[in-house]
């Protein structure tokens, strides 16, 4: 099961972080290969999200669940669509001069091995990418 994962120390408090990483609706406008995020619902600290994630000729949707422990970590789940298992997980840890240490990680097994051995390789390229975009989007968002 392949691991990526990416992390960055930012600017900015770990509460506006955690806002960001939780407005999943937003991703397909700064995040590379995302198409479509939206909310199914919102229980307690529980969202259910349907995405989309395209690889060109091949759509990829399918259903979190992410536990939300503002604004500490946020871990997200999944079995649905090409995904026999997805584990993602964000954690903000508070930095010196009131900055904040994000990180991300995340895995997974997709139910075709050839779409993961494809995939595979695109996360691979895109891990950085997109702790980089998640870096630029908090400068547009919250930089004064």
Sequence with gaps: ????SGSRILPYSCEQLFDLATDVESYPEYLPGWV???VLEQSGNTLRVEQRLGLKILPLPFVTTAVLDRPHTIRIHSSSGP?????VEWCFEPADA??????LEF???????????VTTALFEQLSPE???????????????
């Design 83 to 87: 995904f026999r298992f997805l584990q």
């Design 130 to 144: 997109i702790i980089n975009r998640f870096e630029k989007r908090a400068e547009l968002l919250y930089r004064n």
């Design 107 to 117: 895995n997974f097994i997709l139910r075709n091995r050839f779409i993961e051995r």
């Design 36 to 38: 479509d995020a939206r």
């Design 98 to 103: 009131g900055n904040c240490a994000v990180f």
């Design 1 to 4: 099961m392949p691991i990526h």
